[in-house]
């Protein structure tokens, strides 16, 4: 039997417009029925176990999209709790940073004072002629304005000199990275330690010229080998001693046996000598030549004065690879 596909009302096949529903009728064999099925009332528990099957359902799915949103952040809590998370380990990344650099912007200069010389593979005096101006030519723009001023007050030599005596501790030290140059004060206080040493020293050349004098007046020959005795003894150790006090910081290894005493009478000392001598030649020449330039000399002259530290830091940390000397320490020259 024919049925309307709109609302199910039998009709037969002569019929064209459904008598129910006034729908044009298309005729279809089986009941409709089947095809539009009746939706189904949701279940509401209301009372008992039923009521506390619907709670735990709902918290288990509570729990099921905790768990998802814990796997999204890889374990370590909901999304809200990640952003601050990640400033937490931000912060503390830039802490042990701080640390690291040891509060000075930059991580701190490395040294290498027993074993092999890092500078070996270098010659001494190419050593001496760029260390003082690695990284930028400071050194010798402010250094000749320093020397400029110290033609009319000589004691802003001790600035110069102070930065020499810093960087022959640094060479000595196995220092590559240059000390920095804007710290004046500290090279204020080499200049005044390495004064110190040479007033020492002056004191020695004094009182033995001094002993020489008198004794030649009664016997020539006598004063003069006390006059030569005095002079070696005042001259010749001194570079050892301020080249040890610069690498150690300490004045009493100034003038010690172990470390003063050995670096004079070793072979090492003699080729730092013979080199110095050369060093104060070239740069006289250097100075000569530059003259010209009118502000020339004052720039080879504190170009000069680091130039020779740095070679003295250079045969220390020679002697030091060699066993003649103890090393210097490692704390760095900033």
């Given at each position: 039997?024919?049925?309307?596909?709109?609302?199910?009302?039998?009709?037969d096949?002569?019929?064209?417009?459904?008598?129910?529903?006034?729908?044009?009728?298309?005729h279809?064999?089986d009941?409709?029925?089947?095809?539009?099925?009746?939706?189904?009332?949701?279940?509401?528990?209301?009372?008992?176990?039923?009521?506390?099957?619907?709670?735990?359902?709902?918290?288990?799915?509570?729990?099921?999209?905790?768990s998802?949103?814990?796997?999204?952040?890889?374990?370590?809590?909901?999304?809200?709790?990640?952003?601050?998370?990640?400033?937490?380990?931000?912060?503390?990344?830039?802490?042990?940073?701080?640390?690291?650099?040891?509060?000075?912007?930059?991580?701190?200069?490395?040294?290498?004072?027993?074993?092999?010389?890092?500078?070996?593979?270098?010659?001494?005096?190419?050593?001496?002629?760029?260390?003082?101006?690695e990284?930028?030519?400071?050194?010798?723009?402010?250094g000749?304005?320093v020397?400029?001023?110290?033609?009319?007050?000589?004691?802003?030599?001790?600035?110069?000199?102070?930065?020499?005596?810093?960087?022959?501790?640094?060479?000595?030290?196995?220092?590559?990275?240059?000390?920095?140059?804007?710290?004046?004060?500290?090279?204020?206080?080499?200049?005044?330690?390495?004064?110190?040493?040479?007033g020492?020293?002056?004191v020695?050349?004094?009182?033995?010229?001094g002993?020489?004098?008198a004794?030649?007046t009664?016997?020539?020959?006598?004063?003069?080998?006390?006059?030569?005795?005095?002079?070696?003894?005042?001259?010749?150790?001194?570079?050892?001693?301020?080249?040890?006090?610069?690498?150690?910081?300490?004045?009493?290894?100034?003038?010690?046996?172990?470390s003063?005493?050995?670096?004079?009478?070793?072979?090492?000392y003699?080729?730092?000598?013979?080199?110095?001598l050369a060093g104060i030649?070239?740069?006289?020449?250097?100075?000569?030549?530059?003259?010209?330039?009118?502000?020339?000399?004052?720039?080879?002259?504190?170009?000069?004065?680091?130039s020779?530290?740095?070679?003295?830091?250079?045969?220390?940390?020679?002697?030091?690879?060699?066993?003649?000397?103890?090393?210097?320490?490692?704390?760095?020259?900033?």
């Open positions: 039997m024919p049925y309307c596909l709109a609302c199910g009302t039998k009709t096949f002569e019929t064209q417009t459904c008598p129910s529903c006034g729908q044009a009728v298309r279809r064999i009941p409709p029925g089947d095809a539009f099925p009746e939706p189904s009332e949701p279940e509401i528990p209301w009372e008992g176990d039923d009521a506390e099957s619907g709670a735990d359902d709902a918290k288990s799915g509570t729990d099921d999209a905790d998802g949103a814990g796997d999204a952040t890889n374990g370590t809590g909901t999304e809200e709790s990640k952003p601050l998370a990640g400033i937490d380990d931000t912060l503390a990344a830039e802490d042990d940073r701080a640390v690291e650099d040891d509060g000075a912007g930059d991580a701190p200069p490395s040294t290498d004072p027993s074993g092999p010389s890092p500078f070996a593979d270098r010659w001494s005096f190419g050593v001496a002629a760029t260390y003082p101006v990284e930028d030519y400071r050194p010798l723009v402010v000749g304005i020397e400029l001023i110290a033609l009319v007050l000589p004691v802003f030599s001790l600035v110069t000199v102070g930065y020499g005596f810093r960087l022959c501790g640094a060479v000595a030290r196995g220092q590559r990275e240059r000390p920095a140059f804007d710290d004046y004060g500290e090279s204020l206080v080499g200049g005044l330690q390495s004064l110190l040493v040479a020492l020293y002056g020695i050349l004094l009182v033995g010229g002993a020489a004098a004794v030649w009664v016997d020539e020959p006598l004063g003069i080998a006390l006059g030569v005795t005095t002079g070696v003894l005042g001259l010749y150790p001194f570079p050892a001693s301020l080249t040890v006090y610069a690498a150690t910081g300490e004045l009493r290894t100034a003038f010690s046996q172990a003063a005493g050995g670096f004079a009478t070793s072979g090492t003699v080729r730092a000598w013979l080199a110095w030649v070239a740069v006289a020449v250097a100075a000569v030549l530059s003259v010209i330039t009118l502000v020339g000399p004052v720039v080879v002259r504190a170009w000069g004065t680091y020779l530290g740095v070679l003295w830091g250079y045969y220390y940390r020679s002697a030091a690879a060699e066993g003649v000397v103890p090393p210097a320490p490692d704390e760095p020259v900033r």
